[in-house]
């Protein structure tokens, strides 16, 4: 708890403090003094409430997919795959995680340009590749946090008891009664954990959107430019409690549904 409290909430309080500097736009040294003027321009800029609508969009529909694709991997998983099966299949998923990031995130700007796999695989129906923009940092994203959406889903449908699926079709119910009625509002926490990881991930990624996002932005590209090539930190502190801020909100609002018990 120590550590927590000086190395992480110290770390976020000094963040917070910095959000209210400015810089000096001579000598570009920061100015401890307190003003208003870096959230004003954050909220009043047409282009930075672009981005933050963009990235909050972005991971949210990261998350959608995810969720989406993990669900049947998940559900196969827990109840249809022997306990072997299931240990192999769970290694099977945490592997990608052990691969570089970079190695993942160029491999798809490799698949998604102009003559690579994609466009290769979709040439027979007359479907170009999308190419980058914002579809491919979506595709990008959902692969590599799959991981993340899979894991938590899988474990809350391994404590649902086959007792209460099994008892739901003897009542009559049809198979999509029984995954609606029984099966989705019991694991629904587990995959809103999931998506605690999923959804912040992807608002705080800067990376992915540099390499197939072509000339469009997210937060955390802000964030890199002013520290870098713009070297305004306090402005760049600014930008960086907005994710933080969206995620405090979320998890609020998650924690009522007892999602943080599934991590």
């Not at 992480?8 to 920061?30: D, K, P, R, S």
């Not at 969206?246 to 943080?260: E, K, N, P």
Request: charged share 10%; glycine share 8%.
């Amino acid at each position: 708890m120590l550590w927590l409290g000086l190395a992480y909430l110290g770390a976020l309080a000094a963040l917070f403090v910095t959000a209210f500097w400015h810089t000096n736009t001579f000598t570009g040294e920061i100015v401890r003094e307190w003003t208003l003027d870096n959230f004003v321009t954050l909220f009043t800029n047409d282009v930075y409430r672009t981005i933050t609508v963009r990235t909050i969009g972005i991971a949210a529909l990261v998350t959608l997919v995810d969720a989406v694709l993990a669900f049947p991997m998940a559900f196969a998983m827990a109840k249809f795959c022997s306990p072997r099966a299931q240990r192999i299949l769970v290694i099977a998923i945490m592997t990608p995680l052990w691969a570089s990031y970079l190695v993942k995130a160029y491999s798809w700007r490799i698949m998604l340009s102009g003559n690579g796999v994609v466009d290769w695989l979709l040439a027979p129906f007359g479907v170009d590749s999308p190419g980058y923009g914002l579809t491919a940092t979506v595709l990008t994203l959902a692969y590599l946090w799959l991981p993340y959406m899979i894991l938590p889903i899988y474990a809350g449908l391994e404590r649902l008891p086959d007792s209460l699926v099994d008892a739901s079709g003897d009542l009559g119910a049809p198979p999509w009664r029984t995954f609606r009625s029984v099966v989705l509002p019991l694991t629904f926490p587990a995959i809103v954990a999931g998506s605690i990881f999923t959804f912040s991930l992807s608002l705080g990624d800067y990376i992915s959107v540099r390499i197939v996002g072509g000339a469009n932005q997210m937060l955390g590209n802000v964030v890199y430019d002013n520290i870098g090539a713009a070297n305004n930190l306090p402005f760049a502190a600014t930008v960086a409690t907005v994710p933080v801020v969206i995620m405090l909100g979320y998890l609020a609002v998650v924690r009522r549904t007892g999602a943080l018990d599934n991590l």
